[in-house]
């Protein structure tokens, strides 16, 4: 597996893009917390000053300077590191009281290094490693004051950066591992498609994708692409049959036009008339010209390239003609039309007259063609509930069940000798037509016999 396509994948793109923008709400989340952090620990350690410093300023103000220098030197014994310096400055800047050895330049709150008598801190102090906030003020010709290290607000937004750092790094990490593991997974199972497109490439149209239970976008798009193979498929084998039975339909024609002229050759070499040789030989090729455009004018159809306009179309009048001729052809072969329709009102559907009239005359002609003497063929046209049906049935032999899906295709038989009148794309045109019109049509028994429905939207239900 490349694993460049792996981490080009849409999986791990899309994790990556993720990890970005977590790094960056992070970094934000990280400056504001420490922003918060730092601001909060700095107003709780002002108030602890700034409470200190006041107790300090009223017991000088109480007592006096002996007592609050006695009170300084007591609070810094216990704090040898220097944690909370305090010292008291007479006007002179000279040291009374406390742990601050020399007395800063400025006054009021302040923030910076300061120079304790306690040496660890001194040095470290010197070294710029410690920063104290203080606050600085007079009480009466002396100057107090009062501070605290900043060492350990430093050291909590330490903890929380270096905490945001690894929790950052973890996450990230483990978002990068998830999303090379996704995209791998779905380069895989692309790659297993790529396999079997290259091998129906090849011919071997029975091949299918793999479909997972995940269901993803993958899995789905591999049922979608599977439900076109299995298209392609009845196509493929749709086309074969067709190819076959153009070749046995016209087979037959073109050997009987050959022979044709090879008789008429022979009148001619003789001094007699060729005509009535030429004229069957002219029948077989119109013929043979009819099943072409018939062909055609299906493939143009099923294509929606026929440049038709629909309208509005009455179907009943439309039925009144065709019926009325197809009543004259039934008594020829001995057999009985019989037509019905509702009285009066007109039942209009949108569509194309002189498609279906073709996709009428189609039915008629198949029910009086394919049934014998004595066959009963019903025309029938009603509405129901927004529907306009039209039903044509006949007596004949009927369509097997199973086979009645299937003589839908073009050039399919139920005559495999194909020795019977035809070219097998009466039906055929019929469902052409009917899809056309966005129309429904089935087969069915008619005991005996078959019937066959076609059911229009009305124009006035659309």
């Known amino acids: 597996m490349d694993r460049g396509n792996v981490l080009s994948g849409a999986a791990f ?55 609050l220098t006695e009170l300084i030197e007591s609070a810094i014994k216990p704090d040898g590191q220097g944690q909370h310096p305090i010292g008291l400055f007479d006007s002179a800047g000279t040291r009374v009281a406390g742990n601050v050895r020399s007395l800063p330049g400025l006054s009021g709150w302040q923030e910076g290094s300061l120079d304790l008598i306690t040496h660890a801190t001194q040095r470290e102090a010197k070294e710029g490693k410690v920063g104290f906030l203080y606050r600085s003020g007079a009480l009466d010709g002396h100057i107090l004051i009062v501070g605290q290290r900043m060492d350990g607000m430093y050291r909590s937004n330490r903890a929380v950066f270096r905490t945001l ?21 779905s380069q895989a199972k692309l790659e297993r498609m790529e396999e079997i497109l290259a091998r129906v490439s090849k011919g071997d149209v029975n091949m299918r994708m793999m479909v997972s239970p995940e269901n993803d976008q993958i899995d789905r798009v591999a049922a979608r692409m599977n439900t076109q193979l299995d298209t392609l498929a009845r196509l493929m084998v749709s086309t074969r049959a067709t190819v ?40 077989e090729l119109e013929r043979m010209t009819g099943i072409f455009d018939t062909y055609l004018r299906l493939s143009r159809i099923e294509a929606g390239a026929d440049g038709v306009t629909f309208d509005r179309v009455d179907l009943a009048p439309l039925l009144d003609d065709l019926a009325e001729t197809y009543q004259m052809v039934a008594e020829d072969a001995a057999q009985t039309l019989v037509y019905e329709r509702p009285g009066e009102g007109r039942l209009e559907i949108t569509g194309d007259a002189a498609m279906l009239q073709q996709m009428v005359v189609n039915l008629l002609q198949n029910a009086v063609t394919h049934g014998s003497q004595g066959n009963r063929i019903l025309l029938r046209l009603n509405r129901e ?36 009148a035809g070219s097998g794309l009466g039906l055929a045109l019929v469902r052409a037509i009917v899809e056309r019109h966005g129309a429904r049509i089935s087969l069915s028994d008619n005991a005996p016999g078959l019937r066959v429905v076609v059911e229009f939207a009305a124009a006035d239900a659309l």
Do not use: C
């Open 13 to 67: 793109t899309a994790v990556l893009m993720s990890a970005v923008a977590f790094v960056v709400v992070l970094i934000t989340v990280g400056v504001l917390s420490h922003g918060y952090v730092a601001r909060t620990m700095k107003d709780e350690m002002r108030a602890d000053i700034d409470t200190r410093w006041n107790l300090f300023a009223a017991d000088y103000r109480d007592e006096g300077v002996a007592p």
């Open 385 to 420: 509930a927004g529907q306009i049906r039209m039903t044509v049935a006949d007596t004949g032999p009927g369509i097997p069940a199973a086979a009645r899906e299937a003589v839908f295709e073009p050039f399919r038989r139920l005559d495999a000798s194909r020795t019977r």
């Open 165 to 185: 750092a690894a929790t950052g790094f973890v996450v990230v990490l483990t978002m990068l591992a998830t999303g090379y593991l996704l995209s791998r997974k």
């Open 244 to 283: 076959a039975a153009v070749a046995h339909d016209l087979r037959s024609p073109l050997a009987r036009a050959y022979l044709g002229l090879g008789r008429a050759l022979d009148r001619i070499e003789a001094g007699d008339d060729p005509r009535a040789e030429v004229e069957d030989t002219q029948a």
